[in-house]
C-alpha cells in the first residue's frame, strides 16, 4: 500500500503527494473525503458521479468490514506500508 508524507501548513492544509493523486485518479477541482475511525484516517476520492456511492446501506457494510479488517489485524501499520514503499519506489 503506497504511502507519503506531506506537511500540514500553518493555517492547517496539506498537499497530497502525486503519487496518491495518481492513485486515487483526482486533479484540480476534485473533492476527497477523509474517513476516520479515531484512530486512523483515510483519504478516498469523491465519485464524479454521485450514483456509483451506492445505498447508505452498502456504505455501512464497507466500513464494518473494514472494522473487521482492522479488529481481525488484516492491515499494516503505517511504519511497514512507509517501509514497503520507500523500497519499491526507491526513497
Known amino acids: ?14 498537499s497530497i503527494p502525486k503519487v496518491i493523486r495518481d492513485i486515487l485518479g483526482v486533479g484540480p477541482r476534485d473533492q476527497v473525503e477523509f ?24 456504505f455501512w457494510e464497507s466500513v464494518a468490514r473494514a472494522d473487521e479488517d482492522i479488529a481481525a489485524n488484516r492491515t499494516q501499520s503505517l511504519a511497514d506500508v512507509t517501509q514497503d514503499l520507500r523500497a519499491k519506489y526507491g526513497l
Do not use: C, N
Open 35 to 58: 474517513l476516520s475511525d479515531g484512530e486512523r484516517v483515510q483519504i478516498v476520492a469523491v465519485p464524479k458521479d454521485p450514483l456509483t456511492l451506492g445505498t447508505k446501506e452498502e
Open 1 to 14: 500500500m503506497p504511502a507519503a508524507v506531506s506537511t500540514i501548513t500553518q493555517t492547517g492544509q496539506v
